[in-house]
């Protein structure tokens, strides 16, 4: 099940979530965890605004700034985000069940 | 060793400039295209891979069922193969050079039978012999209870 963060904000309720479109959309722009570590100031908010992208596309910029001015708990927020952020590249890592190639026994 | 075929020795092992030289957000688009064509050769939609929310579980059965259709693919082309093969041995006595009667045999008169369907009516007739030898059993106790009390009749009345 996808990650996801909810918050109500001046009386509406917002989904924050990552598909692989909106991945797509933000490391075309240049976000990656490269950016992150080196410049973080400007990496934070792309990853905040982009998870955006998936329920609210027409959020303005000057809502989503105010809303990331309000959030409460910035680090666990951000590592929420990066975790977001790497779902759906992590959903292309599962392989096919394949049949066990180890057999083990116990050995008293 | 063919012509312009690769060896071990003209592989490298490894490319570091490669791998390096691609920013990390390209690769990561790289991967998401990829992913995207693999995706859809296994019959999912360009709408469902981008849009979906992120579910590992989707892949992965869509994965194991692209994996059992390549197998009853390849099934089905060793099955076409066998009944050829069946047709071919068929027909070699009407070619056979030196032979004075020509004549193919007949082709099979129907399919190969599934292996499920041979297993089904071999464990039918298993139950089947099972049920008869119970009843047997049964019958044959049956009677011989049947007779021991008539003999015990025809004792008393002898008696009386």
């Known amino acids: 099940m996808a990650t996801r ?30 950016l992150m570590s080196a410049r973080p100031l400007d990496a934070i908010p ?6 955006f992208g998936m329920h609210h596309k027409n959020v303005s910029n000057k809502v989503i700034e105010e809303i990331y001015d ?5 680090t666990a927020l951000i590592e ?11 959903d292309l ?3 096919p069940e394949e049949a066990s190639k180890i057999t083990w026994e116990q050995v008293d | 060793m063919g012509a312009g075929r690769l060896t071990v020795d003209t592989v490298p092992f490894f490319d570091d400039n490669q791998e390096d030289s691609v920013p990390e957000n390209e690769q990561i688009i790289n991967l998401l295209n990829d992913g995207c064509e693999q995706m859809m050769a296994m019959g999912m939609t360009y709408e469902d891979y981008w849009t979906s929310p992120s579910d ?4 992965k059965i869509y994965r194991n069922v692209y994996k059992r259709k390549m197998q009853d693919l390849n099934h089905q082309a060793w099955l076409q193969g066998a009944y050829v093969y069946e047709a071919v041995g068929a027909l070699v006595p009407a070619i056979q050079a030196f032979n004075k009667k020509p004549k193919a045999e007949p082709y099979l008169s ?4 599934f292996e499920s369907d041979v297993k089904d009516k071999e464990r039918i007739a298993k139950e089947q012999e099972t049920v008869f030898k ?7 106790s049956f009677n011989a209870k049947r007779k021991q009390k008539q003999t015990e009749v025809v004792d008393n009345d002898r008696q009386q």
Do not use: H
Not at chain 1, 80 to 90: G, N, R, S, T
């Open chain 2, 110 to 113: 129907k399919p190969f039978e």
């Open chain 1, 80 to 90: 929420m985000l990066i975790k977001m952020f790497a779902e759906p590249i992590e």
């Open chain 1, 46 to 51: 792309m990853l905040f605004k982009g998870a």
């Open chain 1, 5 to 34: 963060l909810k918050f109500n904000y001046a009386g509406k309720e917002y989904t924050l979530e990552y598909n692989k479109e909106q991945v797509k959309r933000l490391s075309a722009q240049g976000f990656s965890q490269e």
């Open chain 1, 70 to 74: 309000n959030m409460g708990d910035k």
């Open chain 1, 93 to 95: 890592m599962v392989e």
């Open chain 2, 56 to 59: 590992p579980d989707k892949i």
């Open chain 2, 134 to 140: 119970q009843f047997s059993a049964f019958a044959e």
